[in-house]
């Protein structure tokens, strides 16, 4: 749909940075995050500084030397959208791009990627569901003023779906989620994995930034939901993460009925399963959900106890996945 106009709000944490405005910042402050971002890349396993590599095979096991970050890729678009939505939000999905390495003293053996085979009956493609996305507009129910939707981008045969709850002030700029210093850290973290953001999909439960990176209202969550939830039947991913309270509270609503009470810390760290509501169309469609901090939670409580329970979360990912690691 035909862009919006930004709010002039300031930026608080979630996709974006949770520090003051980036042109404000003091020598101390910039030195600072420097010094997080260099713990955190240690934390998870990424201690150097990448450069291109060759692709390897699919399942097979390397010695992983430093190689670079892949470059993301964009989020698709339905053919069909109207010519002013087009202008907004077109955006050409480049090549899938190796997957990058974790640190050069780890062996990683990585799944192969699914075979693609044709969506069941009943299930849409990822450019339909956001072309009806589009079509019914349901923020525009909610008031905000916004410059990009943000759809969600990745590979759209994941095995691994991470979701977290709408989109910041880089992530509206860009029409692109995670990307802001949140987005940075959970980068570190899939690359960590020994995955890359081209192999996995990103996601979230809003698509449009709420003012001042509000957290999402029940209500707003509610009239979002379906189309989260038709975004995962169009992958049909192995499993989720979902980040931060809000997104697994939309995700496990569908199976756990004392979700609205449960506290992040009561739920992390424990397999739970998403069913999609609507079995009438696709079946009895169930994808095993691992919740976990989100990356802006992360930073403002920025401890190795917190790193240490992120990746603890990550680390039963992996094993699920069949991931092996040593």
Same mark, same amino acid.
């Given at each position: ?50 450069? @291109? ?13 430093? &190689? ?8 698709? /678009?339905? =053919? ?6 087009? /202008?907004?939000?077109? @955006?050409? =999905? ?5 997957? =990058?390495?974790? +640190? ?11 075979? #693609? ?11 339909? /569901? ?19 939707? /943000? ?29 802001? @210093? ?9 690359? +960590? ?5 081209? #192999? ?6 809003? &698509? $449009? ?8 209202? !029940? ?5 979002? =939901? ?9 992958? #049909? ?8 309270? !809000? ?8 199976? $756990? !009925?004392? $979700? ?14 998403? &069913?999609? !509501? ?31 329970? $992120? ?13 092996? &690691?040593?």
């Amino acid at each position: 749909m035909a862009a919006r106009t930004m709010a002039t709000t300031p930026s608080t944490s979630r996709g974006g940075d949770d520090a003051p405005a980036r042109a404000n910042l003091t020598p101390a402050q910039i030195t600072k995050l420097i010094r997080q971002d260099a713990e955190t890349s240690k934390h998870f396993g990424v201690d150097f500084v990448p450069r @291109r590599r060759a692709v390897t095979p699919r399942g097979a096991t390397t010695q992983i030397e430093p &190689k670079p970050v892949a470059a993301p890729v964009a989020a698709p /678009v339905a =053919a069909h959208i109207s010519p002013a939505r087009a /202008v907004a939000a077109a @955006r050409v =999905a480049e090549p899938a791009t190796p997957h =990058a390495a974790p +640190a050069p003293h780890l062996t990683v053996t990585v799944p192969p990627l699914r075979e #693609r085979t044709l969506a069941p009956v009943g299930t849409e493609t990822l450019e339909q /569901v956001r072309a009806r996305y589009e079509a019914d507009a349901i923020h525009e129910a909610f008031g905000f003023t916004f410059t990009n939707i /943000v759809f969600g981008e990745g590979d759209p045969a994941a095995q691994l779906m991470f979701i977290g709850e709408a989109p910041g002030e880089d992530e509206d700029l860009s029409g692109r989620p995670f990307v802001g @210093r949140a987005g940075q850290l959970l980068e570190k973290m899939i690359v +960590a994995m020994g995955l890359s953001r081209s #192999r996995v999909y990103i996601a979230n439960v809003l &698509k $449009v930034r709420p003012p001042n990176n509000a957290t999402p209202t !029940p209500e707003q969550s509610r009239l979002s =939901a379906p189309y989260l939830f038709d975004q995962i039947a169009a992958i #049909r991913p192995k499993c989720i993460v979902t980040l931060g309270l !809000p997104a697994t509270k939309a995700i496990l609503g569908t199976t $756990v !009925p004392d $979700v609205d009470s449960r506290t992040m810390a009561s739920l992390r760290s424990t397999w739970a399963t998403f &069913k999609h !509501p609507d079995a009438a169309l696709h079946g009895e469609m169930t994808v095993d959900v691992m919740p976990t901090y989100h990356p802006a939670y992360v930073l403002r409580n920025y401890s190795e106890e917190t790193r240490a329970k $992120v990746w603890s979360d990550l680390q039963q990912v992996m094993t699920h996945l069949g991931m092996a &690691k040593k």
